[in-house]
């Protein structure tokens, strides 16, 4: 069905991207993703804060000179009037651009796809939210981890009930980033905004990696956090940010669970793990492992699932791209999301049926800056705090 709705559109949707020049990974991964599968075409883009910089980026790429903008300002104006505009804008760039980078896009018309943090603080996520329904644009957030064939399925299997009614989720990110004190060592653009308190976010810590954590959890349980208690600190001494965040959850509904998101962990190695019990049986997902899934059934033999099972869901195959035991990652996972939000503004423009799409919108995006404001009042005030509701939009 996706191939006919892409033949029906007859193109490629096209794409700008803010941030990612050339050299950065995170650049790298999204326009391999996003041209991954023939869904989108990166035409255009502004590459770095200094205008001559991000054009020249731009060019380097492979740009036609004229859509290697200085400004998003500049691109968004000119953009405006060309026959073939683009179609969305994937932001990249520095925490501190996020939400005024995704505000103009929205306001411009365009569709949104959005790094992590979306924003600096919770009233600003809800903010793009109501922008993004005045405009009736779509907004996506990269949330690969959420887009591995075997972390839909544990999302399926948590739906349809097999591990029975959720009792505990328990999740963690671990990772060395901060591990040493690169305070005191030399210092590049990258780090000077990343250990700048007001530029990388509330928690460092959560804006790099915790809210992909948390983000993961809630996707898989089904349900948001509705309270918590933190420790929010920072382990390395000396250090102004934030590297560690742990906490207990009281997810809606009842379940309970714990969380942990850690940069100072000196040998850890992007350790994501996730693991979900009911009250018939448990599921376990590690990165390290992602094409496989765990399902573990009170007093029943201990089944392994791998993403390229012919029994499995035909939505969930899907997603994988290789054949069994070939390894397949991350990049694969971005290109998932990147699919799913081009068939549905495809489907959209098209007046059809939206087919089955799963990937985080800016409810999720809202959701995780309303629980790292928790977090920090937690920390603050010593014990549970609630996690604020998304307001009702008119």
């Not at 929010?232 to 590297?243: C, F, H, T």
């Not at 899907?318 to 489907?347: D, I, K, S, V, W």
């Amino acid at each position: 069905m996706t191939s006919t709705l892409r033949e029906r559109f007859g193109r490629p949707l096209r794409l700008a991207l803010v941030g990612g020049g050339p050299g950065v990974w995170i650049g790298g991964m999204h326009r391999g993703a996003a041209e991954m599968d023939g869904w989108f075409r990166v035409v255009a883009g502004v590459y770095s804060s200094d205008a001559a910089r991000s054009r020249a980026a731009g060019v380097s790429l492979g740009l036609d000179p004229a859509r290697a903008y200085g400004t998003v300002d500049e691109m968004l104006r000119a953009e405006r009037d060309r026959a073939d505009r683009i179609d969305a804008v994937a932001v990249m760039a520095p925490n501190d651009t996020h939400y005024p980078v995704a505000a103009a896009a929205l306001d411009a018309g365009l569709d949104v796809m959005a790094d992590k943090p979306v924003s600096h603080d919770f009233a600003q996520a809800c903010d793009l939210r109501v922008r993004a329904r005045r405009q009736e644009r779509l907004f996506a957030i990269a949330h690969g981890y959420s887009a591995y064939p075997m972390t839909r399925y544990a999302r399926q299997l948590v739906h349809e009930g097999a591990i029975g009614a959720l009792r505990l989720v328990q999740v963690e990110y671990i990772q060395s980033g901060l591990a040493t004190k690169l305070e005191d060592g030399p210092q590049n653009n990258r780090l000077r905004w990343l250990l700048d308190p007001a530029r990388s976010g509330q928690a460092l810590v959560m804006s790099a990696i915790g809210c992909h954590a948390q983000h993961l959890a809630c996707f898989v349980a089904g349900r948001g956090i509705a309270r918590l208690a933190a420790d929010v600190s920072s382990l390395v001494p000396g250090r102004r940010v934030v590297d560690h965040v742990s906490a207990l959850l009281a997810f809606e509904g009842g379940a309970r669970g714990t969380f942990t998101a850690m940069q100072a962990a000196a040998g850890g190695e992007n350790d994501i793990r996730l693991r979900v019990y009911g009250d018939k049986g448990m599921i376990d997902w590690s990165h390290r492992e992602a094409s496989y899934l765990t399902l573990a059934m009170q007093g029943e033999p201990v089944r392994r699932f791998t993403r390229a099972d012919p029994f499995l869901p035909a939505e969930i195959t899907a997603l994988g791209r290789t054949p069994r035991g070939h390894p397949e990652g991350l990049r694969e996972a971005f290109a998932n999301l990147y699919a799913e939000l081009a068939q549905e503004r495809m489907a959209r423009a098209l007046g059809e049926p939206v087919p089955p799409v799963a990937y985080p919108r800016i409810e999720d995006g809202a959701h995780t800056m309303a629980f790292i404001e928790a977090c920090v009042a937690s920390q603050a005030s010593g014990g549970w705090v609630d996690v604020a509701p998304l307001p009702a939009l008119a």
